[in-house]
């Protein structure tokens, strides 16, 4: 067990800061249940943190001891290891925007993935899954528009179109035209009316 546990921090060691290690990506080292075993093990004596079901992320070591990794990079990277589009939520892109003053005290992200928590260190990570139409233009300024609005709803989202139109590019606006056919039908109405005036 002690030559797999070795191994297992020689792959976590490689890997940048924030990228997890799944379980399933350390099955050629032994069986799943001997894998699983050990980095239960690695993550109670602290070597390793446990993110979540099957997912581990090596502690980042500083002159002041060790610390949790990044949300961002964390979520960054496991959007590239599962394959998923993983963006912030309606409220942190509200925020990024301009939109409110409010600042999110959970991290949310939306993902085309499973609803779940990732926990990094003492920072607790909520990933929800959203539909596709507030995923369609990922990471780019028209996704936050388009998150920050029906973040606002219906009601609200009206009164943020001047500021938008205002500060978002020509091409952010056509992004968000093209993107409209997918959108609900309050959102699709709005975004036309904050394009083409």
């Given at each position: 067990m002690?030559?797999?546990?070795?191994?297992?921090?020689?792959?976590?060691t490689?890997?940048?800061?924030?990228?997890?290690l799944?379980?399933?990506?350390l099955?050629?080292?032994?069986?799943?249940?001997?894998?699983?075993?050990t980095l239960?093990?690695?993550?109670?004596r602290?070597?390793?943190?446990?993110?979540?079901?099957g997912?581990?992320?090596r502690?980042?070591?500083t002159?002041?001891g060790?610390?949790?990794?990044?949300?961002?990079?964390?979520i960054?990277?496991l959007?590239?290891?599962?394959?998923e589009?993983?963006?912030p939520?309606?409220?942190?892109?509200?925020?990024?925007?301009?939109?409110?003053?409010q600042?999110?005290v959970?991290?949310?992200?939306?993902?085309?993935?499973r609803?779940?928590?990732?926990?990094?260190?003492r920072?607790?990570?909520?990933l929800?899954?959203?539909?596709?139409?507030?995923?369609?233009?990922?990471?780019?300024?028209?996704?936050?528009?388009?998150?920050?609005?029906?973040?606002?709803?219906?009601?609200?989202?009206?009164?943020?179109?001047?500021?938008?139109?205002?500060?978002?590019?020509?091409t952010?606006?056509?992004?968000l035209?093209?993107a409209?056919?997918?959108f609900?039908?309050?959102?699709?109405?709005?975004?036309g009316?904050?394009?083409?005036?």
């Open positions: 002690e030559r797999m546990a070795e191994s297992i921090m020689n792959v976590a490689a890997l940048p800061e924030g990228v997890p799944a379980a399933k990506g099955l050629h080292l032994g069986s799943r249940a001997a894998v699983d075993q239960s093990r690695l993550a109670a602290g070597e390793l943190i446990r993110a979540g079901r997912i581990y992320m502690p980042v070591q002159r002041f060790p610390r949790s990794p990044s949300a961002e990079q964390a960054e990277a959007a590239v290891q599962r394959g589009t993983i963006v939520s309606g409220a942190a892109a509200a925020n990024a925007l301009g939109l409110t003053t600042v999110p959970k991290s949310v992200y939306l993902t085309s993935g609803s779940r928590v990732l926990n990094l260190g920072q607790a990570v909520e929800r899954h959203a539909p596709r139409w507030q995923l369609a233009l990922g990471s780019k300024t028209s996704g936050q528009a388009v998150r920050a609005l029906a973040w606002l709803g219906p009601d609200e989202a009206p009164k943020a179109l001047p500021f938008l139109r205002s500060k978002l590019t020509d952010a606006k056509t992004e035209v093209s409209a056919p997918q609900p039908t309050w959102l699709a109405r709005l975004v009316e904050m394009v083409h005036g």
